[in-house]
């Protein structure tokens, strides 16, 4: 059985940082593993992905301010998120789309989500 466990979120003011954490649990092999967030009145949009070969992808609202980085020997990825804005409070998902054994296809996990608030 597949799990992801997320940490990391909280209150931070206007030009702060966090680092979110997103550790998967369970037999698969992953494929690509992504951080996505939804906003109030929002629709849930992509952030940043890595795929197990380390090819990245960020959304243009975050290049130069996220990074996105994996441990594959713990099956973990974080976004390092600095230089926050107000424009970035967000529930935040981590995503991994992977392999299980006994079971045909791409498999689609999604983190609980935690809360990422930037206010002064």
């Known amino acids: 059985q597949v799990q992801l466990v997320e940490s990391g979120g909280g209150l931070v003011q206007p030009g702060g940082s966090l680092r979110l954490s997103c550790a998967a649990s369970?037999?698969?092999?992953?494929?690509?593993m992504g951080w996505y967030r939804q906003a109030p009145g929002k629709q849930r949009e992509l952030v940043a992905a890595?795929?197990?070969?380390?090819?990245?992808n960020y959304a243009d609202s975050v290049k130069g301010r996220f990074t996105i980085s994996r441990d594959n020997a713990e099956k973990t990825v974080y976004l390092h998120m600095n230089s926050l804005k107000p424009e970035d409070t967000a529930v935040y998902y981590c995503?991994?789309?992977?392999?299980?054994?006994?079971?045909?296809?791409?498999?689609?996990?999604w983190g609980q989500g935690t809360q990422v608030t930037v206010s002064s």
């Open positions: 995503n991994v789309n992977g392999r299980s054994p006994g079971v045909i296809g791409v498999e689609y996990y």
């Open positions: 369970g037999s698969f092999t992953i494929d690509s």
């Open positions: 890595v795929t197990s070969g380390g090819s990245t």
